[in-house]
Structures are given as structure tokens and as C-alpha cells.
């Protein structure tokens, strides 16, 4: 496995501590995501994407976003035996620095994988797979020491549930970890409001706006916010475009912060890397404001690249936004001084971000920032992998089914 570059918690560890910063349990999807269609392809014919990339999703996701922001990483996850789960397996160990020692690979069994297909910043998917051949909580047992574990509430296997065996997440908070959670979309429609009776086990809950007012029944995120911090004491409401609000009851705080223009081209996985810069900030006993707008930061760098785990940034990128947003903000108007005084608590971090910290790969850091011009792009150097851009191959021809590398180290 990799060693991480950058280790934001670093004045947090202990020779006691616990092995990991975070636990991830889940499913491992194969994602192959086609960009570019100028439509969907109707029934009878066949339509050419201008580029497309594959890469670990589901779970992977997220593992990913908490990986490339320095938090040491280990997941659980059913693997089939097939290349597709060697791919996402060798990506997410030997690229990501993703510990998989409490996943397994199973013979026989079909690697889940998902088809996206992007036109006009929206997407459609397809998606094949089988149920995992064990339980998540048979698969892992007794998970390992952490500071967080993150889990997706759901009736399958439910927190908190009176006269059933304790599942993986209750016992690591017996250890000592921090539950996060958030929670899918309801296709039923039902919205439950049972679900919310899992919290009572959670520290954190991070739905999205349309996600908390259907579970708590209010017409309003801010309303959905308080009802959901009666229940657990850091409550945090996304809101897409127009930001984030929490109230975290265990410092007293309550924050609104907007979140950064920019051009959103895929939004695949802008909630993971929300939730990963959450738990970061959290760990590291950042003020709630602090924690909204860099999780907010994360998030709009992601959506403007296409790719779900491929999109989410690492220290390098966040470093190469904020120079740019600080070195923009005398000569970019209103907008740009509030950024640059949103952002000021970056000036504590950023200056530590070693040049080896993780970027993605150069040929994808096509970002279009709300303020100035990105800075030039370092030259490649032999030993780096790289990721190029929609429909390029290594060699230029074109190729649209060209490998894509999901990150690199400068």
C-alpha cells in the first residue's frame, strides 16, 4: 500500500491511538462513465461519447475522498473474483492507500458495475449485480480501532436495533468511534421516519436537503435542521448550490456557509467528498463554519469534473484553489474578497501541504475557478501516472476506451 503524502492529523496521533482515522464498509461498484453524448441514444441506434474513464464507485467514493484528503483509510467491501474486481481492488490499495484488509474476494461472484452516461450535466445509469454472498457485519466481525466509522442508514441492517446482535458500526462506537451517517434515496417513496430512530447510536447525520425533509416532514432545510439535532448531536443539511447549515450541539455552534460558484458538470460523489471534509474537519476540532466551507470547497472542486471517485480532490488541488482565490481577491470584486475572507482559516493549513501532497492527475485538473485563472500545470515527471483528458489517449489518437489512471502524486 502507498504512503500517504500529507497527514493533516498529524498532532492528533498517539503510539495508543487507533490504527485508522476512518472505517468504511459498503459495496464496490465498477464504474464506467461515458461523457460527451450530445444525447441519449434512442431505441435501434447508436450514438459516439466523446470520452470516457472507469474507476471504482459505490463505497469506493468515498473511501477515495477521505484517502486523498490524508485520513487513514481502511474498507470493507465484497470483491468478485473476476478483472474488474482485481482493477478496483489494485486501484483503491495500490493507488488510493484505501487498507482493504477486512474486505474479501469471493469466487464466482460478479463484480457490481454501473454504466453513466452524461449528457447536459445531468446523467442516466444502468446497473448490474448480485446481493454480496455474507452480511456486511458477518464479513468484517470485529472492525478495527478508528476515530469514525461512516455508515448509510437502511433497514437491512439497521443501528440500534432492540433484540438483534449489535452490526459493525455499534460495535466500533463501542471503541471508541465517532458515527457518522447519511442516508440513500427512498425509491418507495415512504420515507420512513423510523429510519431517524437509528441516530440514536449516531454522532453526525449529513442528508441532503430534499433527503431531511422528507424524513423529518418539514417544508424547509433550516426546519429539517433543528428536527434532526433533537436527534443527534452534530446535524448537518446540504443544500447543492446555496451551501450547507449545522448546528453541532456539542460546541453550541450554528453555521450557514454558501457554497463556491462554479460550473457543475457531474455531481457523481459531491456528497461523499462533503462528508469526507466533514469528518476531517471534525477530527480535527475545526470551528463548524470552518468545517462547512471546506467541505464546500471539496465538493465544488469535484463537481466539475466528470468521474464520481476520480473527481474528488487531494491537498495539492485545495492548496492550487486557495493560492489562486488569495493571489485574485484586491482585483475580483465583492465576490472574491468574501471568498478570500471565507476561506482565510486555509492560510493555517495550506502553507504545511508538502509538493508531494496528492493531486489528481494533471491532464484532469481542468478546473474552471470562480475567480482568475488557474496556475500553469507543473510538467510531468517519468515516475507519475496520469489521467488524461475526455476521449485523449496517452498517444493523442483519440482513443475513447484509453486506460485512465484515477490520481497522481507530484
Known amino acids: 500500500m502507498s504512503v500517504q503524502a500529507y497527514d493533516p492529523l498529524a498532532g492528533e496521533r498517539t503510539p495508543e491511538g487507533p490504527q485508522f482515522d476512518v472505517f468504511l464498509a459498503g459495496t464496490v461498484f465498477l464504474d464506467i462513465i461515458f461523457t460527451g453524448l450530445p444525447a441519449m441514444p434512442a431505441a435501434g441506434t447508436e450514438i459516439w461519447a466523446e470520452g470516457m474513464g472507469s474507476c471504482p464507485g459505490g463505497i469506493a467514493n468515498l473511501a477515495i475522498a477521505t484517502s486523498r484528503l490524508g485520513l487513514r483509510t481502511s474498507l470493507a467491501a465484497a470483491f468478485g473474483d473476476d478483472d474488474y474486481g482485481d482493477f478496483c481492488w489494485r486501484t483503491l490499495e495500490q493507488q488510493e492507500a484505501v487498507d482493504l484488509s477486512r474486505s474479501r474476494r469471493f469466487e464466482h461472484w460478479h463484480s457490481p458495475v454501473t454504466v453513466s452516461m452524461a449528457v447536459d450535466r445531468d446523467r442516466s445509469m444502468v446497473t448490474h449485480g448480485h446481493p454480496a454472498p455474507m452480511t456486511t457485519s458477518e464479513m468484517i466481525g470485529s472492525p478495527p480501532r478508528s476515530r469514525a466509522v461512516i455508515v448509510s442508514l437502511s433497514a437491512e441492517e439497521p443501528l440500534g436495533e432492540p433484540g438483534s446482535a449489535c452490526n459493525w458500526a455499534e460495535l466500533a462506537r463501542r471503541e471508541g468511534s465517532l458515527v457518522f451517517a447519511d442516508v440513500g434515496w427512498d425509491p418507495s417513496g ?16 449529513m442528508p441532503n436537503a430534499t433527503e431531511a425533509m422528507a424524513y423529518t416532514g418539514t417544508e424547509t432545510p433550516r426546519d429539517a435542521l433543528y428536527a434532526i439535532a433533537d436527534k443527534v448531536p452534530l446535524a448537518v443539511v446540504t443544500d447543492g448550490p446555496n451551501g450547507a447549515l449545522a448546528i453541532d450541539s456539542t460546541t453550541g455552534e450554528e453555521a450557514f456557509v454558501p457554497a463556491p460558484r462554479v460550473t457543475a458538470l457531474d455531481p457523481t460523489g459531491a456528497g461523499d467528498v462533503f462528508g469526507a471534509g466533514i469528518v476531517l474537519g471534525t477530527l480535527s476540532h475545526w470551528p463548524l463554519a470552518d468545517r462547512l466551507a471546506f467541505a464546500g470547497v471539496c465538493a465544488a472542486l469535484a463537481v ?5 471517485s476520480l473527481a474528488a480532490p487531494g491537498w495539492g488541488d ?14 475580483s470584486g465583492a465576490y472574491g474578497s468574501a471568498l478570500a475572507r471565507r476561506y482565510a482559516f486555509l492560510d493555517r493549513l495550506v502553507p504545511s501541504v508538502p509538493v508531494g501532497a496528492v493531486r489528481r492527475a494533471a491532464a484532469t485538473i481542468a478546473r474552471y475557478a470562480d475567480v482568475g485563472m488557474m496556475p500553469a500545470v507543473p510538467g510531468k515527471r517519468a515516475d507519475q501516472t496520469v489521467t488524461h483528458p475526455a476521449g485523449e489517449s496517452p498517444s493523442g489518437d483519440g482513443d475513447p476506451d484509453a486506460p485512465r489512471a484515477p490520481a497522481q502524486k507530484e
Open 318 to 331: 485545495i492548496a492550487d484553489w486557495w493560492h489562486e482565490v488569495r493571489a485574485a481577491a484586491d482585483h
Open 190 to 205: 415512504t420515507w420512513s421516519r423510523s429510519v431517524l430512530d437509528q441516530l440514536d447510536v449516531c454522532h453526525a447525520f
Open 304 to 308: 466539475q469534473q466528470f468521474g464520481g
